[in-house]
């Protein structure tokens, strides 16, 4: 994760942990979902924008695409290659290419990419509607784009609960927060990327909350049954696109269509 600008080795270990979480788990589950629905069954080119470890990227190689991983992070793409290297067949690992550096030093002739993944990565910059128009300038007409970042509802509901009014009131002001791993993060109002995504332009398909339900669980899924972890995420996906509650989540999942 993160841009040239931020510094995300200190913190791989604590990402790498978090996908072992309840929390990370809900994330990914959902995410995963939301994309079967819209993604094509041909093989495709997909852009995952400061990918980190590489969750997404394996899953995506295992159902036969092809990824191109952009993380400026040593650490973390020394986190990516051993995930790889020990649940990806061979085939399946030639189909990922590690990018070491920010998606702006991507080479000009990695375009028309069928996908792109922008996976809590915008809301770490410094202007983050820049950086989602940026990823996006790499897809061809009618690609999808996927973006998950901090939901600012939630957020606010999160630092009330936690009585942390110092950053309610930065919140307030300039809708920016600490997060678990302590980086400074922005959290967006769904309308903002509605309209973040619509200026591109692209046209949005869907979009759900991530974590409406799960976010104080703190706690393993190998410590819990399969059959309660499996009824937590079916409920996380039914009250996440809830058009009543979703804004609430501690993540936003937009997906969206390149118009041209």
Same mark, same amino acid.
């Given at each position: 994760m993160g841009s040239a600008s931020t510094n995300f080795d200190a913190a791989a270990e604590i990402f790498a942990d978090y996908g072992a979480s309840l929390r990370g788990y809900v994330r990914y589950q959902l995410i995963r979902r939301n994309l079967e629905a819209v993604l094509s069954k041909k093989p495709l080119r997909i852009l995952d924008a400061g990918g980190g470890s590489g969750p997404d990227a394996a899953w995506l190689s295992e159902l036969g695409h092809e990824v191109v991983l952009v993380e400026p992070s040593a650490e973390q793409r020394n986190y990516a290659e051993r995930r790889f290297n020990f649940f990806l067949q061979p085939e399946q690992r030639q189909r990922i290419t590690i990018f070491p550096r920010s998606i702006a030093h991507l080479p000009a002739d990695q375009t028309d990419f069928? =996908?792109? %993944?922008?996976?809590? =990565?915008?809301?770490?910059q410094p202007k983050p509607a820049d950086f989602i128009a940026t990823v996006a300038q790499r897809v061809r007409p009618g690609g999808l784009l996927s973006v998950v970042e901090k939901g600012y509802y939630g957020t606010v509901g999160r630092v009330i609960r936690e009585e942390n009014f110092d950053e309610l009131?930065? %919140?307030?002001?300039n809708q920016r927060s600490i997060n678990k791993v302590a980086h400074e993060v922005y959290a967006f109002k769904p309308e903002e990327l509605q309209v973040i995504l619509e200026a591109l332009p692209a046209k949005i398909i869907a979009w759900s909350g991530i974590r409406l339900l799960t976010d104080t669980l703190d706690t393993q899924v190998a410590m819990m049954e399969s059959s309660e972890v499996q009824h937590l995420v079916d409920l996380e996906a039914e009250f996440g696109q809830h058009p009543d509650l979703r804004a609430g989540a501690q993540l936003l999942h937009f997906l969206a269509r390149k118009s041209h």
């Open positions: 069928d =996908v792109a %993944l922008i996976h809590a =990565v915008a809301m770490y009131q930065q %919140l307030e002001r």
